[in-house]
C-alpha cells in the first residue's frame, strides 16, 4: 500500500471514516482477491492526488468483518465514498481511475 493510503478497522472505522470532515474513500478488500489486486494501483494513485482533499484507505474485510457485515459488503472491491458519516457513492469490482476521480472530485468541498 503506498503511504498516503490508511488502514481503517473495526476499531477505528467510526473514529476514521464516520467522523471524518473530508470525504472518505474505502476499499473492502481481502489478500485472496484477484481484482482487489488489480484495483490497488488505482487506490494507491487516487491517494496521492486527492491528499489533504479525501482520505483514502482499505478495510481487509478478512480481518474486519464487522464492518463489512455493517455494510453489506458481499463482493469485493467494493468502495464505498463517505462524507458526513453517510454513503453517498458505492462501487463494485474494478472500477475505472477516471470514474472513481470524478466522484471524488464531486464531493470535495
Known amino acids: 500500500m503506498a503511504g498516503n493510503v490508511q488502514t481503517f478497522t473495526d476499531a477505528n472505522f467510526k473514529t476514521e471514516v464516520l467522523d471524518s470532515a473530508q470525504p ?3 476499499d473492502f478488500w481481502a ?4 481484482p482487489c489486486k488489480m484495483i490497488a494501483p488505482t487506490i494507491d494513485a487516487l491517494a496521492t492526488e486527492f ?3 479525501v482520505r483514502i484507505g482499505k478495510v481487509n474485510t478478512d480481518d ?3 464492518t463489512a457485515m455493517e ?4 463482493a469485493i ?3 464505498l465514498l463517505f462524507k458526513g458519516g453517510q ?7 474494478v472500477t475505472p481511475k477516471d470514474k472513481l476521480a470524478n466522484a ?3 464531493r470535495i468541498g
Open 104 to 106: 471524488l472530485n464531486s
Open 77 to 79: 472491491p467494493a468502495l
Open 64 to 66: 474486519n468483518q464487522n
Open 51 to 53: 491528499e489533504g482533499k
Open 87 to 93: 454513503i453517498v457513492d458505492k462501487f463494485v469490482g
Open 24 to 26: 472518505v474513500l474505502v
Open 71 to 74: 455494510y453489506g459488503i458481499s
Open 31 to 34: 489478500p485472496w482477491c484477484g
